[in-house]
Structure formats: structure tokens, C-alpha cells
């Protein structure tokens, strides 16, 4: 029986655009593991708190120091993503990135000693490679030849969940989502054919 780990970072929760094409890509997920569990993490209503001094203490140190505030949450988070098979990230753009609520989970997750270690090589990780789907939502349109903004969000992911070990990244996107609602209902459409072009081909069984 498979593990779906799903983290929810909009703070419009289930009305979220991204939180739709999240559910898509379950979907999927789903239809070719009926058995699959899915484990809900949602951080978009900004109650995760954000790492504390116990916590920056310990990075700074040469081994874990605490095991109180941060680090109990930490633990938590990382054994979330530990015991999933499959990783589903679904997130807004704010501001050319991820949403403050994603950094916060990312600062919990990404660990010295625990998802990483550091060496002469550089960083390294130590978590074990996985499926992970991120489902963007963004107001204006950050990629192909109609794009209009910068795009921080898509490298920097890439950048940090490799750091941590997982290397096997799937972006999809809803983008424009600010304009008309014709507009955004094509938008939709699109990304829905894609998904189905990729789960019919990459995916056998799906």
C-alpha cells in the first residue's frame, strides 16, 4: 500500500487554484493505486510555526542539541516525507517565489545531519529519492513565450529538495490565473490535457 504526502501551502485553502490541480494529480495517482493512503499536511493557514533558537542552535552545532520546540516538529515533518512514496506539493507563486508557509516547512524539512549531511564535496543528501509532483498556481504567467514575470519559485524547489535527496521533480502549472475567468478556464484545460498526456504515457497503468 503506497503513501501520497500531500503539502498544502495556500491560505485559500481548498478554493485554491493550486490545492484543484493538486487533487488532479491524486486523481491520477490514485486510479493506478487504488489502495493508496493520502496524508494531508496542511500549512497554508499559517500555524506551522517557524524554526526557533533550539533549532538554530543545533545547526550551528556539531551535532543535534535539543530535542524540544523546532526539533520535536522537525522530526515530525521529516518522518512525514520519509514514510511517503510519493511527494504532492501544492503551491501559489507569491511574489516570483514559494509562499512564505512553504519556506517555513522547507527550514523544518531541509536539516543538517538529518536530510542532509555537508562534506568537501558540498551538500549532500540523505533522503531517499522519490516521486514528487509540485502543482503551481500563479496569478500571471511566469514561462512559455506569453510569460510576463520572473520565475524564483520552480529553481529554487529543484535546488533545495535535490539538496535534501529527491531528484525526481514533475512541475505543473495553472498560470494566469488573475485574468478573465475565460482565460483562466483555458488555462485549466491545458494543464488537465497535459496531466493526461503525462499519467497515459509516463505512468503504466494510470
Known sequence: MKTILHVSCSPRGQDAES???SQK?????QRQEPATIVVDRVIG????P???SDYALSQGSAADVSDRGSMILSE???GEVESADVIVISTPMHNYTVPATLKTWIDHVARARRTFDVGAAGKVGLLR???VFIAIAAAGRFSGERARQPDFLTPYLQAILNMIGLHDLT???VQGTGSSPDNVARARTRTDEI????????????
Open 171 to 173: 512541475f505543473f502549472s
Open 195 to 206: 496531466l493526461e498526456d503525462y499519467f497515459d504515457v509516463s505512468i503504466p497503468g494510470a
Open 25 to 29: 494529480i491524486i486523481g491520477h495517482l
Open 129 to 131: 529519492d522519490r516521486q
Open 76 to 78: 515530525q515533518l521529516v
Open 19 to 21: 490545492y484543484r490541480l
Open 50 to 52: 517557524s524554526v526557533d
Open 45 to 48: 493557514d499559517g500555524r506551522l
